[in-house]
């Protein structure tokens, strides 16, 4: 089956640990993107990866960071710098079409608790 | 600052009826228009994509595009209690790779 797998389902973070979160896809889509959201609000950019080896920071970068050696692995890591990193965590891909018809499809998301 | 605005409800509609659920949009070169439906604790799933002005129609869901407005819509027909979710709505503009997502309308459906 085709899709966006994404690990652990739950983690849980002691106050000064960095964790990783992991996303795979076998769709073949070149762009890959991790959000963040919070109850209540809308979906938050952290980083985006249009191809392999380059990435661009989003909205609410600060914090975290990324790695895109492979095409379809896209991990974030949760640094010790993000002071509330407490969310649910969406990895999404795409074609990577710049423009219109770019449809973005969701993982099943990585709920992240702080201890 | 490039926004969605869509109305955080909760919109309670009776089994059977319309659900209709509306965004606004600041951008006015926007070019692609999504909606999602994402349950409790889940992700979001892809219902609709719309990019032409007018209504377009997918089983119980049309969603609605007026551009010259800054308004897209998704009415749900028939609405069902398995339709109650929380809808995204999201927009991307030409020639960029991101996607701003609205908040979210809660939708309820009474049995």
């Known amino acids: 089956d085709g899709g966006i797998t994404q690990s652990p389902k739950y983690l849980f973070r002691k106050e000064g640990q960095n964790v990783t979160l992991s996303c795979e896809q076998n769709?073949?889509?070149?762009?890959m993107y991790w959000y963040r959201q919070d109850p209540g609000q809308g979906l938050r950019l952290i980083y985006y990866?249009?191809?392999?080896?380059?990435?661009q920071k989003g909205d609410i970068a600060e914090g975290y960071s990324v790695s895109r050696e492979k095409k379809e692995s896209f991990p974030l890591t949760v640094t010790s710098a993000q002071k509330n990193p407490t969310a649910f965590y969406l990895c999404?891909?795409?074609?990577?079409?710049?423009?219109?018809?770019?449809?973005?499809?969701f993982g099943p998301g990585t709920r992240l608790t702080v201890l | 600052q490039k926004e969605v605005e869509q109305n955080s409800g909760p919109l309670s509609v009776p089994e059977g009826a319309i659900a209709s659920l509306n965004c606004t949009y600041s951008?006015?070169?926007?070019?692609?228009f999504f909606w999602y439906r994402q349950y409790s604790g889940k992700s979001p799933e892809l219902i609709m994509s719309?990019?032409?002005?007018g209504d377009k129609e997918d089983g119980r869901f049309t969603a609605q595009l007026n551009k010259a407005s800054q308004y897209v819509s998704l009415l749900i027909r028939d609405s069902q209690p398995s339709d109650s979710a929380t809808y995204l709505c999201?927009?991307?503009?030409?020639?960029?790779?991101?996607?701003?997502f609205g908040a979210g309308t809660r939708l309820f459906v009474k049995a």
């Open positions: 999404a891909s795409s074609i990577g079409v710049a423009g219109a018809a770019d449809t973005q499809y």
């Open positions: 769709l073949n889509h070149d762009a």
């Open positions: 990866s249009q191809i392999v080896n380059d990435f």
């Open positions: 951008d006015r070169v926007s070019q692609s």
């Open positions: 719309i990019y032409s002005n």
């Open positions: 999201a927009v991307k503009s030409t020639g960029g790779f991101k996607t701003i």
